[in-house]
């Protein structure tokens, strides 16, 4: 079964960006332990991340033809995108929710995800173990 493992905003930072929040690993480095796990669980993981809201549309609506299901860590957009969450809404393919912070324990504005209800689940706080949990998720859900 295939899965899409798809990334928003600023995750191509990953590694870089604010490492007391969110570690030191790369994302690719991440996306090459996703990949080893899945394949363990008889996943084939491929990968996607953009910067831009439509790219990341675009990619939910392609991945409704081939993928079984969408790990997605829809970064900010998470917070404010009703178009993001309109997609989810559209496709009938499972979307769980990965958060590497714990989005609870920051800001106000991140307490709130409009995207969640459309979700099949939600991960969030384990750092990159947030992807591989989610593995996890689609072993049970598929
Ligand atoms: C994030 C949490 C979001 O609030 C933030 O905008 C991100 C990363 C996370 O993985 O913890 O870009 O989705």
């Given at each position: 079964k295939k899965l899409l493992i798809l990334n928003g905003p600023n995750l191509n930072l990953m590694g870089e960006r604010e490492p007391g929040v969110?570690?030191?690993?790369?994302l690719d480095d991440i996306n090459r332990q996703i990949e080893q796990k899945g394949k363990e669980l008889g996943f084939e993981c491929h990968f996607f991340q953009s910067n831009w809201e439509g790219a990341v549309i675009d990619q939910i609506h392609e991945a409704r033809?081939?993928?079984?299901g969408i790990i997605l860590n829809?970064?900010?957009?998470?917070?404010?995108s009703y178009a993001v969450r309109d997609a989810i809404a559209a496709i009938h393919i499972p979307v769980v929710e990965v958060h590497c912070s714990n989005v609870h324990a920051?800001?106000?504005?991140?307490?709130?995800?409009?995207?969640s209800p459309v979700c099949a689940g939600s991960i969030v706080g384990f750092g990159k173990n947030s992807y591989l949990l989610a593995l996890n998720a689609f072993e049970m859900l598929l």
């Open positions: 969110y570690g030191n690993e790369s033809k081939e993928y079984a829809a970064g900010a957009l998470t917070h404010y920051r800001e106000e504005f991140r307490h709130t995800s409009v995207i």
